[in-house]
């Protein structure tokens, strides 16, 4: 999408770049209020993401910070933002999911949905081609494309593991982040 919005605002002359100015500052998160986190609070996030990924990203004796963006919290972890905390729960960031490979909580789509996917589309059950079927109505899930499993996006679940494996149609995931976006693009200089 930035891609786009570049090569799109590119064809303007010098005369309008605070319009180009304007709308890449649209696309781009501000991090307010880093803070390092505590031990204890380490633990409890690592815990977390444990029992909802079954991966152990960090331990409390390694550097974790947390902030705040216009739409969620951020985990920050060497500088990358690797997790987020929306409403009240954690769950790894694309970046997050590149780093520590987890293997629940999965929905794996066709190679015809990624396009889609990574330009900020829901998930719809017929480009599904598999998912954990542990998966509960509400909970966060990440999508991977299904021949190289490399995660594209997470988001809601709108139906449960076992609806999504059978490729109903409709909305399956909503999509909350994706490769690409602005939570993607945190931290990266331009």
Known sequence: MYTALTAYMGAFSASNSFLFQLCHQALVLELR????????????????LQSELGVQPFDENEAVDQGDTQRFQVVLFENEAVGIILEDRAFLTVRGLLKW??????????????????????VMGPGITDADRAIQVGEMVWVRDA????????????????????????????????????????????
């Not at 031990?39 to 815990?47: F, T």
């Not at 987890?102 to 996917?117: H, L």
């Not at 076992?162 to 490769?179: D, F, Q, S």
Request: hydrophobic letters at 35%; charged letters at 35%.
């Open 33 to 48: 209020h880093r803070h390092r986190l505590r031990r204890k609070e380490i633990r409890k996030l690592a815990d977390d």
């Open 101 to 122: 490979r987890p293997q629940k909580r999965f929905v794996s789509i066709d190679e015809g949905a990624i396009r889609f996917i990574c330009n900020g589309a829901d």
């Open 147 to 190: 021949k190289h499993e490399k995660p594209l996006a997470i988001g809601k679940a709108l139906v449960t593991g076992e609806a999504m494996a059978t490729r109903a149609p409709g909305k399956a995931v909503k999509n909350i982040h994706y490769v690409g976006d602005e939570l993607w693009n945190l931290g990266v200089e331009g």
